[in-house]
């Protein structure tokens, strides 16, 4: 697609539950990027990749919560054993080369609600 | 590690009225800023952007934002605000020789404008 594309769109989980949410990013994007937005709040980093490989992770609140890149397109961000204080909007970008963000764009997809009951 | 500030958390206009949306940040470094732009419903959009040069940059439908580097501010403003540019808008700094390809965001300023 000629965007940053995330599913699901919405997600509704229980308590407990682990859930896994995806990001396919622009055709030939370098870095992928994952953020979380609380309610109120402004867009904060959770991890980035160049490629398949994982560059920083120091934004993951906790071991619950790990990323994926496998073959350095498609991402998957999985949070096990889901809390009520992970609802929040996940939103994931992707930028051309592997440079910074000094140099390239980032292009955010429409992101994924989730909500934990 | 840096940090963002957005003063305003609700703006309401009329349209035809000035904008003016404050944004500062804590980093004493070199830093690359941005403002992003999210309409109701929509992604996050890329309004405009400071690497280095001149300290006015002008983006897209007619906002520009000024770098002041000794006021650690990048404040967003357009002459006369339209009811199309209601939305949610979002400060944020990368700090290169620190945090590298990481996107610091301040806490957002929603704007909404009154036909």
């Known amino acids: 697609g000629a965007g940053v594309s995330q599913s699901p769109r919405y997600k509704v989980t229980k308590r407990g539950q682990d859930v896994a949410l995806r990001c396919d990013p622009i055709?030939?994007?370098?870095?992928l990027y994952w953020y979380r937005q609380a309610l109120g709040q402004g867009p904060e980093f959770l991890t980035y990749f160049n490629y398949e490989a994982q560059q920083d992770k120091s934004g993951l609140p906790n071991d619950r919560f790990s990323a994926e890149r496998p073959e350095g397109s498609i991402s998957t961000l999985t949070i096990q054993r889901t809390e009520q204080r992970d609802s929040a909007m996940y939103r994931c970008a992707s930028s051309l080369d592997g440079r910074g963000l000094g140099y390239t764009e980032a292009f955010f997809g429409q992101g994924t609600r989730l909500t934990v009951v | 590690a840096q940090s963002v500030s957005q003063h305003n958390h609700h703006v309401i206009l009329s349209e035809a009225a000035s904008l003016e949306l404050g944004c500062n940040y804590s980093?004493?470094?070199?830093?690359?800023l941005f403002w992003y732009v999210q309409y109701p419903g929509q992604h996050l959009q890329l309004l405009l952007k400071?690497?280095?040069?001149?300290?006015l940059v002008k983006g897209i439908k007619g906002f520009e934002a000024e770098f002041i580097k000794s006021k650690f501010s990048f404040n967003l403003r357009k002459p006369s605000v339209q009811w199309s540019d209601t939305a949610e808008y979002f400060c944020?700094?990368?700090?290169?020789?620190?945090?590298?390809?990481?996107?610091?965001f301040g806490g957002g300023t929603r704007l909404m404008v009154k036909p």
């Open positions: 400071y690497f280095s040069g001149d300290p």
């Open positions: 055709s030939g994007h370098v870095s």
């Open positions: 944020a700094v990368n700090a290169p020789n620190n945090a590298g390809n990481m996107l610091t």
């Open positions: 980093y004493g470094g070199t830093v690359n």
